[in-house]
């Protein structure tokens, strides 16, 4: 088992910037890649960033430029630094952890852009 803590959420101005944490704990050893998701009210959840183990990254091409994905194995945390905010960026931030064939779920952090 995997929990996963999401934090660092909020309302900012367009243009702004947030960074978000992610916790794990638990079985952590058996986490290769983390990852960013975000769902919209009334769309589905989409993939934001993703990052493995060994460091190699993947964006989504609305995100890419602005936003960046790191991990700190030391404190089994996993960031997303978002800069340039934009107002469709506004939605629930999730984060995942995948442990081969099961993937972890946290609960989400609220991210609001005001244009």
């Known amino acids: 088992q995997v929990q996963l803590v999401e934090s660092g959420g909020g309302l900012v101005q367009a243009g702004g910037s947030l960074r978000l944490s992610c916790v794990a704990s638990?079985?952590?050893?058996?986490?290769?890649?983390m990852g960013w998701y975000r769902q919209a009210p009334g769309k589905q959840r989409e993939l934001v960033a993703t990052i493995t183990s060994g460091g190699s990254t993947n964006y989504a091409d609305s995100v890419k430029g602005r936003f960046t994905i790191s991990r700190d194995n030391a404190k089994n945390t996993a960031y997303l630094q978002m800069n340039n905010l934009k107002p469709e960026d506004t939605a629930v931030y999730y984060c995942?952890?995948?442990?081969?064939?099961?993937?972890?779920w946290g609960q989400g952090t609220q991210v609001t852009v005001s244009s």
């Open positions: 638990g079985n952590i050893f058996s986490i290769n890649a």
């Open positions: 995942k952890a995948n442990t081969g064939p099961i993937a972890y």
